[in-house]
Every structure is written in structure tokens, then in C-alpha cells.
């Protein structure tokens, strides 16, 4: 569980309304889509859902790795941060919260997300706030992002390959909370934001 002073974050459970592939059950092809996944850690609920369709389960893994996990070009806690963004218009409390929680650990502050949490944008830096304002624009239906959010990205300081890495990482999402909600729910969904 990570503290920001009176904000806490702990881990959410996804919990899918379809039951989700067995590993004991799963054909050869399954087994070998579920390989693409970024965790080393365990196959979740959700990739064993999604391992229902193999090959489109493998389609979208290779692209989210690509744009996610990527060496070099915006960095990982920035994407995080798009990703978070993103999550947040869109509604996914679960992706928020492992957004949240990735950019802590990649960034090493609370700062970031304790301002978003509490709604206090005016202590982020140009930088993170460019960042936000573009992910929530570009979010919105429809996008409201425009020439403006590109000159602020720009005046904090991204490049532009990274902020065609930004872009990457926000529309991925865009597409992946609307994936995850039909599928299932997480804990505390009915509470507005994440705990």
C-alpha cells in the first residue's frame, strides 16, 4: 500500500464476469498467447479473459508492450502518467489505480498523483500538467486536443518523439478502459475514485 499523506492507494482486484481461461484447460494456442504477457510475475484474471480470443489476445499485448514498455523516448513514469490520465476521464478506477501506483514507483514521488487525487493541479510542474491537460483533452469524446496542448507539451520541454510516445500511451487507453469495462469490474467501483 503506498501513503500520500492522508491519501492512500492500495491494489484493486479485478474481478471478470466471464469466466476467465483456466491454465489447466487452455489449448496449446492459448498457452502460447498468455507468453506475450508483460508480467513475469503471474497470468491475471484479465489476460486469461482475454486469452478466450488468442489472437487478438496477442495482437493487442504486442502493441501495449510496444508503446508501454519501449526503451528509450518519454519516460515510463510519464506514460504512466498519460495512461493515469487517460484512465481517469474514461472512468477506469482500476487502471487508474495501477497507473497511479506504476508512476510512483518509476517517478519516486507521491507528489504527482497526491496532487491529482485531491484535485490540486496548480503544484504540478509545466511539465506534468502539459501532460495531464493533454491526456484529458485528447481523452475526452469527442477529443478536444489541439494545436494549443501541443505548444504547452513543447514549452515543458518534450520532444517530439515524445510526444508521439505520449500520444501512444494515452490512446491506448482510450481503447483499453473501454476493453476491461464490459469485462469486469474492479473492488470500490462504486466509490467515484480510487482508494
Known sequence: MTRLGSIRIKPLTWHPHLPPVEIAEATAEQLE????????????????????????????????????????????????LGALAASMVNGCRYCANVHARQHIRLSGSSAVIASLWTENRESLSARD???????????????????????????????????????????????????????????????????
Open 33 to 80: 498467447a498468455m507468453k506475450v504477457t508483460p508480467s513475469a510475475k503471474k497470468v491475471s484474471p484479465y489476460v486469461r479473459t482475454l486469452a478466450h480470443d488468442p489472437e487478438s489476445y496477442v495482437a493487442r499485448t504486442t502493441l501495449f508492450n510496444a508503446i508501454m514498455y519501449a526503451e528509450g523516448g518519454l519516460p515510463r513514469a510519464e506514460r504512466e
Open 129 to 195: 500538467a502539459a501532460i495531464v491537460a493533454f491526456a484529458e483533452a485528447l481523452t475526452a469524446t469527442p477529443p478536444r486536443a489541439g494545436g494549443d496542448h501541443i505548444a504547452a507539451l513543447k514549452a515543458a520541454g518534450l520532444e517530439p518523439f515524445e510526444i508521439i510516445d505520449l500520444i501512444h500511451a494515452i490512446a491506448i487507453f482510450g481503447w483499453a478502459n473501454r476493453l476491461m469495462h464490459p469485462l469486469g469490474h474492479s473492488d470500490n467501483e462504486e466509490k467515484g475514485t480510487p482508494s
